[in-house]
């Protein structure tokens, strides 16, 4: 009989175990050896490598920027959209990863690799956006409407909120068209899509909104923080899934040997 037992209890891995596996599974397949050099650089989370008053380029916001930014500027406000912008993206990846580690600890036949899989693509497209706004905010010299530095360009706040709703936009809108109950109703399931997109950049519009009206940022700096933030989402989306981005038809991105590959597709 201990032999009956033993081969049960292989043919079961634990929890811990079947967690173990698929963390490394999902991390071995999410990330690639250059994404290394760019974590080191998040980890290191600079943004005055080079001084303000030698920063190679100078870009001043024009006058319907100033005018924009009195009238709506509230002097001294510290609105919701504000919160440190990391926050809310940290709760959802905390919150999937706890999810996948207690579902697959109590029930034997969840698979961790698909909930670990996306929470680490996720935090790879937050990485990117901080990453990316480091290096602006250290080679562009603009001062804020509250001239408390020069780091005006470009928002980080709204780079990093449309990175999110970006990517949790492109996999919400994946599984609900995926889900079989749906099939038969497509109105519902266009209904939801444009739901949850509409309130995910929502919330992103509004964090814009709100580093103008408390004097932070200029409008473009909002508009640039915005652009980047969703291409890197979508992006990392298309790379982490082997997927187009279908934001922009004709464009996408997929993994290759030496690096992630960029496409451009055109028809005549």
């Known amino acids: 009989m201990q032999p009956l037992a033993h081969a049960q209890y292989e043919a079961h891995p634990s929890g811990i175990e079947r967690l173990t596996e698929g963390f490394t599974a999902a ?28 920063k190679p380029i100078v870009i001043g916001p024009s006058d319907a920027e100033r005018a924009l ?12 959209g504000s919160l440190e912008p990391f926050t809310i993206p940290h709760l959802l990846i905390a919150s999937r990863m706890l999810y996948t580690a207690g579902r697959t600890i109590l029930d034997d036949r969840h698979d961790p690799q698909p909930g670990f899989h996306q929470a680490l693509g996720f935090y790879k497209a937050l990485v990117y956006t901080q990453v990316t706004t480091q290096f602006a905010k250290n080679l562009v010299h603009r001062e804020r409407p509250d001239r408390s530095d020069s780091k005006s360009f470009f928002s980080g706040h709204t780079s990093t909120t449309f990175a999110m709703s970006s990517y949790l936009q492109r996999e919400l809108d994946d599984a609900i068209f995926e889900w079989d109950a749906l099939r038969r109703a497509p109105v519902l399931r266009n209904i939801l899509r444009a739901g949850s997109a509409a309130a995910l950049y929502g919330w992103a519009g509004y964090v814009g909104y709100s580093r103008m009206r408390d004097q932070r940022h200029y409008l473009t700096d909002v508009i640039v923080g915005a652009a980047i933030g969703s291409l890197i989402g979508h992006f990392v989306y298309g790379q982490v899934n082997q997927a187009g981005t279908t934001a922009f038809p004709g464009l996408g991105i997929a993994p290759g040997e030496d690096g992630p590959l960029l496409s451009l597709r055109m028809q005549f």
């Open 27 to 54: 991390a071995d397949d999410a990330l690639a050896w250059y994404d290394g050099p760019i974590y080191l650089v998040y980890l290191v989370n600079v943004y005055d490598i080079v001084p303000q008053d030698a």
């Open 69 to 80: 930014a009195r009238g709506i500027g509230v002097p001294g406000a510290s609105s919701p």
